[in-house]
């Protein structure tokens, strides 16, 4: 019973967590469009003359949105029309159960794991959910029945396949080196260290999977410089027929992807929840020394490192799509296909010589 | 491959630039947020109805009618300003002063200011200096058209 419980209380913290996080990415979007740009951003929403910088303008974008008239077209498909934006939202916020957002938390004698479910295939998992994630945009394309939704679910089908061959094999060196598909036992081999004294992370045993990855994950949250589906200023993409809050629900779903190819980004490549020379009981220098912590203050700083991680690559994904222009189609596909798919490749290939070499 | 990895080093260039942006900007932002005075600001924005520009002196704002010493209006109803407007957006009736020097005076002026392009032709052609466009009045935006025609009322006072 109170492990039914404990599960229960863990799904409604992450999907809290997940959902608050994303809201807010909306935000953090626009200002720091806008800090880049040297704006500043929204910040007239107020409740009760207070602003807070703006801190209230996710609430005052979705109640806006809950009122908009939800129109749908009487030559669309009604039924996939409606479903096509929860298949989206949903693929994507399931992936959120295999993240590990800490290790063992230990209350009252009971060893709580810090992730919803801890199963043997969880990487295979988020990768086969996110990849799904395509049927709500090419069904959006597709039900609305006009030619540039078509278009855009089309192109986005597309990029996201072509995309998905590359993300895959950059994991494939990964997966050599941490040889385990649980994203769990992947953060647990990265608290190793290397040659005594540099944490083991993925970022400096598989630097070039690293950027593959980095890539072709962006290329799958479809936001600008990979923007095919959408491509608001040729076909303005696969949710033309959409208002209120299903369009809603489609753009939500864009900064949900964001927030988890960072959190992907952050357990594969660095660390997870791992403080570097941070054990179970406390900070083991290497040049000697150690600094004892209790259990729960060690728990919170793997949590704290873990967001912290998460919103570092949250904030340099924003600034990618506020730095690059779009690429055209056939760029897209270059990139993909001659440039990332051979690199990713190389990096398989070159992965294994060097671990046949060391040992 | 050389020029991929031109474009590549141009690609990490263009990610510093917006970065070093960034972080100058936000450095401005947070000093301000505890109130520490600087020269530079985070942002150029101004914000609007809480702060205002400062209206340059050539600036044509909203019309003004000038008055003589008596107090009546200067223009002579000479339809110059009626003639040159582009936008077609004044009307002016005239009638007779009892005063020779004057001979005509403007029994209705009004300017449509929802049609007005604010170009100041009328304020050049006046040939009694009768119109001007420096009251620095920008705000003038209503709900409803009729409450745009400006008549003389309203444009002398």
Redesign the interface.
């Known amino acids: 019973m109170s492990d039914w419980i404990i599960i229960l209380i863990k799904i409604i913290c992450a999907l809290v967590w997940f959902l608050v996080i994303a809201l807010y990415l909306t935000w953090v979007e626009r200002k720091?469009s806008?800090?880049?740009?040297?704006?500043?951003g929204a910040n007239r929403a107020y409740i009760w003359k207070f602003r807070f910088i703006g801190l209230f303008q996710p609430f005052a974008d979705a109640i806006k949105m809950l009122f908009k008239e939800d129109f749908t077209p009487r030559f669309s498909r009604r039924f996939l029309h409606n479903l096509a934006p929860f298949i989206s939202f949903f693929f994507v916020a399931i992936t959120v159960s295999a993240i590990p957002f800490g290790d063992v938390l230990r209350i009252g004698g009971r060893e709580i794991k810090l992730q919803i479910v801890d199963f043997n295939v969880s990487l295979l998992f988020v990768m086969a959910m996110l990849s799904l994630g395509i049927y709500g945009i090419i069904l959006a394309g597709w039900s609305s029945n006009n030619r540039y939704t078509l278009l855009g679910g089309m192109r986005g089908a597309a990029q996201l396949i072509s995309y998905e061959v590359a993300l895959g094999l950059s994991l494939i060196g990964l997966i050599m080196v941490y040889p385990s598909l649980k994203l769990s036992a992947i953060v647990h081999y990265q608290g190793e260290l290397l040659w005594g004294w540099i944490p083991k992370w993925g970022v400096f045993l598989q630097p070039l999977g690293l950027l593959i990855f980095f890539f072709a994950a962006m290329a799958e949250t479809k936001r600008v410089p990979f923007d095919l589906p959408e491509g608001e200023n040729e076909i303005v993409g696969f949710f033309t027929e959409y208002s209120g809050l299903k369009w809603g629900l489609f753009m939500f779903t864009d900064f949900m992807e964001v927030l988890i190819v960072a959190c992907l980004l952050t357990t594969l490549f660095f660390g997870g929840w791992q403080v570097p020379w941070l054990y179970a009981d406390g900070f083991h220098f290497p040049w000697g020394g150690a600094w004892l912590l209790p259990h729960g203050i060690v728990v919170a700083f793997q949590v704290l490192a873990f967001n912290l991680k998460v919103f570092f690559f949250c904030w340099l994904q924003i600034?990618?799509r506020?730095?690059?222009p779009r690429f055209r189609y056939d760029q897209v596909m270059d990139l993909g296909w001659k440039?990332l798919v051979p690199l990713s490749l190389v990096n398989i290939a070159g992965t294994a010589i060097l671990m046949s070499l060391i040992g | 491959m050389i020029k991929a990895l031109v474009n590549f080093i141009a690609i990490i260039k263009g990610s510093l630039l917006t970065t070093r942006h960034f972080m100058v900007n936000m450095w401005f932002h947070t000093l301000k947020l505890f109130r520490i005075k600087t020269k530079r600001k985070g942002a150029v924005t101004i914000q609007y109805p809480e702060e205002k520009r400062e209206i340059a002196p050539r600036h044509r704002s909203l019309h003004r009618l000038l008055k003589r010493e008596d107090g009546k209006p200067r223009c002579v109803a000479c339809m110059l300003c009626v003639t040159v407007c582009p936008s077609e957006c004044m009307y002016v009736e005239a009638a007779e002063d009892p005063d020779p020097e004057i001979q005509k005076y403007p029994s209705t002026f009004i300017i449509d200011l929802s049609r007005c392009c604010f170009c100041g032709f009328c304020v050049e052609a006046c040939p009694e200096d009768a119109i001007r466009m420096d009251t620095e009045q920008i705000e003038f935006a209503e709900y409803t058209r009729d409450r745009l025609l400006y008549d003389l009322e309203k444009l002398i006072g």
């Open positions: 720091e806008a800090v880049i740009q040297d704006r500043i600034l990618v506020w730095t690059y440039l």
